[in-house]
Every structure is written in C-alpha cells, then in structure tokens.
C-alpha cells in the first residue's frame, strides 16, 4: 500500500486512473439507483455489450482511413445510445417482446465487435482491455470526456429527479398524473447508456452491471429514500473502485476484478448481517 501510495503523488497515469474512479463512481451511483429501482439492469448489461460494436468499427474506421481523431470511446457513445433508443422505442411501441429484442441487440452487438476487431489491422490489446476493464490506461483526454458525461447525468438527474423517480416507481401512477412517461423512459435508458461507456473504462464490459447494481443493493439495505440510496451508492462506488486499484496495484492484478470481488464480498456480507439482524430484532419486539 505505501508503494502505491508513493507512486500515486508521482505517476500521471496513477493519478489519472484515481480520477477515473471518482468520475465514473458519481454516475455510475445515481443511475445505478434507477437502474436498479426500475429493474433494468438486464437491459443496462445489454447495452454493454453492444458498445462492442462501436468500439470496433470506430477502431477499424480509424486505422484503415487514417482518422486519428476517431478514438474507440466516441463510437461506444454513439452505439450505447442507439442501443438504449432502440430498445426502449421497441419495447414501447412494438409488440415484440423486449427480453427478445435485448438478447438480439446483445449478440449482434459483440459479434459486430468481434468482426471489426478481427479485421483491424495491428495489435487490438487496447480494445480488449474494453472487456475486462484497464483503468490504468486511462489518459488526460479521456478524463474530460468522463467529466463531461458526468455533468450531463447530473444536470439531466437534478432537473428531472421528481419525474423519473415517479416513473421508475409506479409508471401508471405517472401516466394518470399527466407525465410523459415513454420520454422520461427514454430518458433513462440514455442516461443509462452514457454511464455504461463511463464505467467500462474502470471494471470492462463483461463486469459493468455489477459495478451499477452492487453498491445500490448495499445502499438501498441501509437507506429508504432515493437520493440518500444514490449517494450511499456514489461513495461505495468510490470505495471499491479506489480500493480495488490500489490492492491490485503492488501484486498487478486487474483492477476491475479485484473491484467488483470487493463490491460482491461486501454485498455478500451485507445479506448476512441483514440476515443475523432480523431474528434479534423480532426477539426485542
């Protein structure tokens, strides 16, 4: 830990991977809160997924036309939020049933992602860090855009709080009182998508929806209003993304692993003293 330490006062790279950590863990607390409230975590895991697609294909179109420009990230954004669009619009105006359209937007999504990889020329260790997260390869510019993106999910959450906290809580409810609801739907599930692309630099694709349910899941055991569930769920998520980087560091474990092992063992003993506590509690009654 002391080596980490020190290294984190003199490394650019350390200190923007800390950075990273803070930035991705406020957006990924408050949506995780809706996410979770509104059970759409299988939905936020397919739109994961998807970004596959647009990292490849903005990789591919950036080395085989010579756009340097085009960076991985910009192509995760767009088809995060064609994804989420797509989904919601779908599920609300079709009659197709939406586990199916999730599940096919999930595998068209990776496969995509996988096609454009292979046929990338040169070595793709950058976009397979994507997977499984690399938070140490987070760069300067990426620290604006994550910073950019968090203020967009903060100035979209506070100004529409009330509404979406009515729609993820009882839809029908919201309808009758004249709110719009397939907006306000659509809303979050962009909302949704743009933290995604934020908080798989930190822990990757394939461990995304952990790093946005298991600490609103430990939040939500100790608290019963919303706002104080997202900023339970903002300071867990610092915690375990800062703890998981600096106990991966000395031994060069992955740090999106160690995190979400971190986030699971907690919420797992969460359950447990949840568990111990509820006979003692009917006892002193």
Not at 4 to 15: A, M
Not at 34 to 57: D, E, F, K, N, Q
Not at 64 to 91: E, F, K
Not at 255 to 262: K, N, P, Q, R
């Amino acid at each position: 830990m002391s080596a980490f330490i020190k290294d984190l006062i003199e490394l650019p790279f350390l200190q923007n991977a800390f950075l990273a950590g803070i930035l991705c863990s406020i957006a990924s607390g408050i949506v995780g809160t809706y996410v979770v409230l509104r059970r759409i975590t299988y939905i936020a895991a397919a739109i994961s997924h998807c970004i596959l697609g647009g990292l490849g294909a903005a990789r591919y179109l950036s080395v085989v036309y010579d756009l340097p420009w085009l960076r991985p990230v910009y192509g995760a954004i767009l088809t995060a939020l064609a994804a989420a669009l797509t989904i919601g619009i779908i599920s609300l105006k079709a009659k197709e049933r939406e586990d199916t359209v999730i599940s096919a937007l999930w595998a068209v999504g990776m496969a995509t992602g996988v096609l454009f990889i292979f046929k990338t020329p040169g070595y793709n260790e950058d976009l397979m860090s994507y997977l499984f997260g690399n938070i140490l390869m987070v760069s300067r510019e990426d620290l604006y855009l994550i910073g950019i993106l968090d203020i967009i999910v903060i100035a979209l959450t506070l100004t529409f709080y009330n509404q979406t906290v009515a729609v993820c809580f009882d839809e029908e409810f919201a309808r009758t009182r004249g709110m719009a609801v397939e907006f306000y739907y659509l809303l979050l599930l962009c909302l949704t998508a743009m933290t995604v692309v934020l908080t798989v630099s930190v822990v990757g694709i394939i461990m995304v929806i952990a790093l946005l349910s298991l600490p609103v899941a430990i939040a939500s055991r100790f608290f019963d209003r919303v706002w104080k569930i997202m900023a339970g769920s903002v300071f867990l998520g610092m915690f375990f993304t800062l703890t998981g980087l600096a106990v991966s560091y000395t031994p060069n474990l992955p740090s999106g692993a160690v995190t979400i092992v971190l986030a699971g063992g907690s919420y797992m003993l969460t359950l447990l003293f949840s568990a111990l506590k509820k006979p003692t509690a009917k006892t002193a009654a």
